[in-house]
């Protein structure tokens, strides 16, 4: 059974970027048959759709985000990874990673503040 | 860029209920919808893909229907552990948009 599991920094300073990794584990991020996406839920908040992530490389973003935002595959670690950069506080929220639409990770809050 | 537009936002109804959630797209995705329950402090749960399809240990009172622009979610028999926000997302094409959420509770 697929598991994923985000990690990376719990508080960001405004201004700055903002990096996750989803560590993959009970299936090869080499799996064609799947995307792999980033979705985030601001508290209290309904989900927002990030990106997503072919294995080609191929990506696709919310246009919303996209000029800030930066969606990497590491197939020798079984990850995949979110950069969000000039972060606010508006980007403060639980961000979760996905394999298709099926499978999550636990979510992680990153919070923006000085 | 196609927008997905829940309604309603929120809904109080008695346990044994028939409960139906509308979502409605800004352009037709075929049948290219997913929808999602979201327990309070919990992780998403995919319910139903392509519009009407259960996913596998979904309760059968759960059902979807809908093609173009128009869907709907309906809990037959409204149950205590029904209780939850639900949302709807296409998945035609990028970007894969949420709905608002409609947030379901008992009366």
């Known amino acids: 059974q697929v598991q994923l599991q985000e990690s990376g920094p719990g508080l960001v300073k405004p201004s700055q970027t903002l990096s996750l990794t989803c560590t993959v584990s009970g299936d090869s991020i080499n799996n064609g048959s799947y995307y792999w996406s980033w979705i985030r839920q601001p508290a209290g908040k309904g989900l927002e759709w990030i990106g997503r992530?072919?294995?080609?490389?191929?990506?696709n973003y919310n246009p919303s985000l996209k000029s800030r935002i930066t969606i990497s595959v590491d197939t020798s670690r079984n990850q995949f990874s979110l950069k969000l950069s000039s972060v606010t506080a508006a980007d403060t929220a639980v961000y979760y990673c996905?394999?298709?639409?099926?499978?999550w990770g636990q979510g992680t809050l990153v919070t923006v503040s000085s | 860029d196609i927008q997905m537009t829940q309604s309603p936002s929120s809904l109080s109804a008695s346990v044994g209920d028939r409960v139906t959630i509308t979502c409605r797209a800004s352009?037709?995705?075929?049948?290219?919808l997913a929808w999602y329950q979201q327990k309070p402090g919990k992780v998403p749960k995919l319910l139903i893909y392509a519009a009407s399809t259960l996913q596998s240990g979904v309760p059968s009172r759960l059902s979807g229907s809908g093609s173009g622009t128009d869907f709907t979610l309906t809990i037959s028999s409204l149950q205590p552990e029904d209780v939850a926000t639900y949302y709807c997302q296409k998945y035609n094409s990028a970007p894969l948009t949420f709905g608002g959420g409609t947030k379901v509770e008992i009366k």
């Open positions: 352009q037709g995705i075929s049948n290219y």
């Open positions: 996905a394999r298709g639409a099926r499978d």
């Open positions: 992530i072919y294995i080609s490389g191929s990506t």
